[in-house]
């Protein structure tokens, strides 16, 4: 629903990411958050208001 | 003691809210008594240029209704801010950008092709279309600009007060104008409405929140004793502010959010989804996907009212 | 030319202002009517359920 909403507002739903992980799964976490980074690294800076006015 | 001296203004507005004052009916008269109506277009007669010589803070309250979309209204409110005591934003467009905030979808050049090209019922050939200065044989013609994001008032000028409601109900109007005669009013900042939802107010039947399907509105006939929400029909109570008499749920219509986020709440939307989904019972992917289907709308319905007041305040801009 | 300008019109719902220009004797020349307003519910209501736009368009006029 969050990703659909969020399209709407013309955000990519790549820039959004739900996963599951526990405290033990430290290597896991890691792993996510790299790729994330990469991903959004990739995907450049969201300018909200690419020089319009009053955003 | 020296009558107070009010004034009213009206921003990207539908009048509903100047409306909203006179639906007070013979209590205009008490008012007249308290108060001096020293600005009020949709009733009398004063220009701009009576404000510009007022002294500064001269009128003692501005009720300013209407959402922040063009150079002029941005000029009016802060000429108002210079020559009033107290500012209130007055009604859902100057609390959160109401209605016309759904322009935030679109950019300028969006509105400006449909309205004035593309829309059906035009006769306009050679495509043109308004401009800020205009050349006739007599002189120059100045229109204000009109910005690709519609404002509230409190991101153009500091405000005291906030009444929400599309429109105030008269009630409440009149609860803000008792304030004003008795000098009671809350610390600047409030909001003139409840602390509380609009579920705590509403008289419907609550039992237990589990939906498994979503509705609009009209696919069913629903259950006027029963919570709309409960029965699957989105209802932007849990996320609302209270405080309007449950008026569109006394009429079986779903709240659609029109006085805005509930107390410590920043995001509206952001509080609905979080609502939905903390009810919906789904039994796997599938389901989820048809609870997804069948909320046609969510950016449109989930911030109807308050999308300038939201965090992302718009649609990503594309300029073309 | 003289130009007198009346803003904003009032007793009306809506935005408006008038542009008179005066020529040397002091008689119109011509007059302008202008509206300094654009909201756009011709753009917005694009994307809405249907059932939702009779809730949206009344809030073209209040009055």
Known sequence: MLTKMLAQLGIEEERVRLD????????????????????????GPFNRNNGGDHG | MAKLKLGLYWAAS????????????????????????????????????HVEAMPDKDIDICLFNGAVRSSEQESIAKLLRAKSKTMVAFGSCACFGGIPALANFATRA??????????????????????????????????????????????????????????????????????????????????????KTLCDECDRKKEEKKISKIYRPH?????????????????????TRGGCGALCINVNMPCRGCFGPPAGV??????????????????????????????????????????????????????? | MRKVTIDPITRLEGHGKIEIFLNDDGDVANAYLQIPELRGFEKFCEGRPVEEVPRIVPRICGV
């Not at chain 2, 409306?19 to 220009?47: G, Q, R, S, T, Y």
């Not at chain 2, 006739?136 to 404002?151: C, F, K, Q, S």
């Not at chain 2, 709309?228 to 849990?238: K, N, T, Y």
Request: glycine share 6%.
């Open chain 1, 20 to 43: 599951w992980v526990s405290a033990s799964e430290g290597e896991r976490f890691a792993s996510i958050v790299n790729e994330m980074t990469e991903q959004i690294r990739e995907l």
């Open chain 2, 14 to 49: 539908c009048g509903g809210c100047d409306v909203a004052v006179l639906d007070v009916n013979e209590k205009i008269l008490d008012v007249a008594e308290m108060a001096d109506i020293v600005f009020w277009p949709i009733a009398l007669d004063f220009k701009y240029h």
């Open chain 2, 110 to 195: 969006d509105i400006m092709e449909r309205a004035y090209i593309e829309a059906p019922s035009n006769d306009n050939p050679d495509k043109v279309l308004p401009q800020i200065k205009t050349q006739v044989a007599e002189g120059e013609l100045e229109l204000p600009e009109l910005y690709d994001t519609v404002l509230t008032l409190a991101q153009v000028v500091d405000v005291e007060y906030f009444v929400p409601g599309c429109p105030p109900p008269v009630p409440l109007i009149l609860k803000v104008v008792e304030a004003i005669a008795t000098n009671n009013l809350p610390p600047p900042g409030a909001v003139i409405a409840s602390d």
């Open chain 2, 219 to 239: 696919e069913i006939d629903p259950d006027p004793e029963r919570c709309l929400l409960e029965q699957g029909i989105l209802c932007m109570g849990p996320a």
């Open chain 2, 266 to 320: 920043i995001d509206q939307g952001a509080k609905m989804v979080s609502a939905v989904a903390s009810i919906y019972q789904a039994n796997g992917e599938e389901d989820i996907a048809q609870m997804v289907r069948d909320i046609v709308d969510p950016a449109g319905t989930f911030y109807r009212f308050g999308l300038s007041d939201s965090m992302l305040k718009r649609k990503r801009l594309q300029r073309r």
